[in-house]
């Protein structure tokens, strides 16, 4: 297929969705860009084109990143006792995903109370702090050593951050999050001003489709039983109360981020990485999603 004629086709879908504004260093992003990066894990081949290499805030799909980290450092077992596998009729931020159905633990790791308590449980080690051991992270599972943290976006996340704050103390008066809570939620703010490509996000969505092999080099970065996990995850919650829209409409395990990314995991075929600001009332990126399902149709990925 050809993708700059799938960005064509895609593009006027930009005007169907607002940047988010909540965060003010994201408000200033041009909405106005819509690109893609498709790694093929069967044969190592790559394409890619429009806005493929555009650093944008990695946002909620960094929450893919850190539950892998957690799941190698701590084994799966210790994170399903922390947070579940349920879908949330709610929007991503909001208290009343545990208030009203009585959980006493986040119903998955990509609300951001699931999030914040995943971040949570990584502790120091060898010197290094949660957020560095996460970026170190990040870099070699998106093979992409020019990961940084952006501090303007960062400082924005601090400011506006009060939803996440009462999340976090919520949890810690549930006695549910143990650690100490500013350090949680200043890792959680941290993983979420990461600056990606879509190039990065499909080498991690590559990990993912690949069983948890790096196709680049054949080394194994996560389990096969953290990269199953957390596609399972992807597919049914990745994209919020909208993930079963998506699910029927794309079927590919997708986890979405209010920068405008997306990363997706065909198994065993593609890892994608989408970018386009512009997102629909969910969160979700209104262009990206359409040149995704786009993808899934013309290459036939949906799982189903
Ligand atoms: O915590 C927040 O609200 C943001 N830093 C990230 C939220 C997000 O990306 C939700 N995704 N669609």
Not at 77 to 97: C, H, K, M, W, Y
Not at 119 to 134: N, R, W, Y
Not at 290 to 298: M, P
Request: with cysteine; glycine share 8%.
């Amino acid at each position: 297929m050809n993708l700059n004629d799938a960005i064509q086709e895609c593009w006027s879908k930009i005007d169907e969705g607002q940047v988010a504004t909540y965060i003010p260093a994201l408000a200033k992003v041009d909405p106005y860009q819509l690109g893609v990066y498709l790694f093929d894990v069967t044969n190592d081949k790559k394409a890619e084109a429009g806005a493929s290499q555009v650093r944008f805030a990695i946002e909620s799909v960094s929450k893919v990143i850190t539950l892998l980290y957690a799941i190698e450092r701590l084994g799966l077992s210790a994170v399903e006792e922390q947070v579940g596998t349920r879908q949330t009729g709610f929007p991503f931020d909001t208290i009343l995903n545990m208030e009203i159905t009585k959980e006493t633990h986040p119903l998955n790791a990509f609300v951001n109370s699931g999030a914040i308590l995943i971040s949570s449980l990584i502790e120091e080690q060898d010197g290094l702090s949660p957020f560095d051991q996460i970026l170190e992270f990040s870099r070699k599972i998106c093979n992409d050593p020019d990961i940084t943290l952006n501090e303007e976006i960062y400082q924005s996340e601090l400011r506006t951050g009060d939803m996440n704050r009462s999340l976090a103390y919520y949890l810690k008066a549930k006695e549910v999050l143990t650690n100490d809570v500013t350090l949680s939620l200043d890792t959680y703010f941290k993983q979420c001003s990461m600056m990606v490509t879509c190039q990065s996000l499909a080498n991690l969505g590559a990990v993912l489709a690949n069983d948890g092999i790096a196709p680049w080099n054949n080394e194994r970065i996560i389990s096969s039983e953290a990269a199953t996990y957390t596609k399972s995850v992807m597919m049914t919650t990745g994209l919020y109360n909208e993930s079963g829209t998506y699910s029927v409409k794309i079927g590919v395990p997708t986890k979405s981020g209010v920068g405008g990314g997306l990363v997706s995991a065909a198994p065993n075929h593609y890892g994608i990485g989408i970018f386009s600001p512009a997102l629909d009332h969910a969160g979700n990126s209104v262009a990206g999603l359409a040149l995704l399902e786009l993808i899934s149709k013309k290459l036939k990925l949906d799982i189903f």
